[in-house]
């Protein structure tokens, strides 16, 4: 059993930075791939970043390619998102996930077994 909370979400003007952190509990964290998907009103929800259980192996979002960073530090089961350059498309409810049954990461939301409630982010243009 995993579960996460998300945090690190607010209002910010177009070009700023954020960084989420998932806190993670459970003693399977250093064993699961995580991940942060995001969804915007009226949209699916999109796979923005995956990190394998090494933090080794890393996936993004073209969307989000040299804008945002995933890392994760296993000692204090957390998992970040550093999100740099921020755009209005960039708006969504964000969301970490956990892969229990593999060390390496994916984009296919399907693929993970338990999610945060997740955490707002707004940015204003």
């Known amino acids: 059993q995993v579960q996460l909370v998300e945090s690190g979400g607010g209002l910010v003007q177009a070009g700023g930075s954020l960084r989420l952190s998932c806190a993670a509990s459970g003693r399977t964290f250093s064993s699961c791939a995580m991940a942060w998907f995001r969804q915007a009103p009226g949209k699916e929800r999109e796979f923005v970043a995956s990190?394998?259980?090494?933090?080794?192996?890393?996936l993004y979002a073209d969307s989000v390619k040299g804008r945002f960073t995933i890392s994760r530090d296993n000692a204090k089961k957390l998992v970040f998102l550093q999100m740099n350059s921020l755009k209005p498309d960039d708006t969504a409810v964000y969301s970490c996930?956990?892969?229990?049954?593999?060390?390496?990461?994916?984009?296919?939301?399907?693929?993970?077994?338990?999610w945060g409630q997740g955490t707002q982010v707004t940015v204003s243009s």
């Open positions: 990190i394998s259980a090494s933090g080794v192996g890393k």
């Open positions: 996930a956990a892969d229990v049954r593999s060390y390496g990461s994916t984009r296919d939301g399907n693929e993970y077994d338990y």
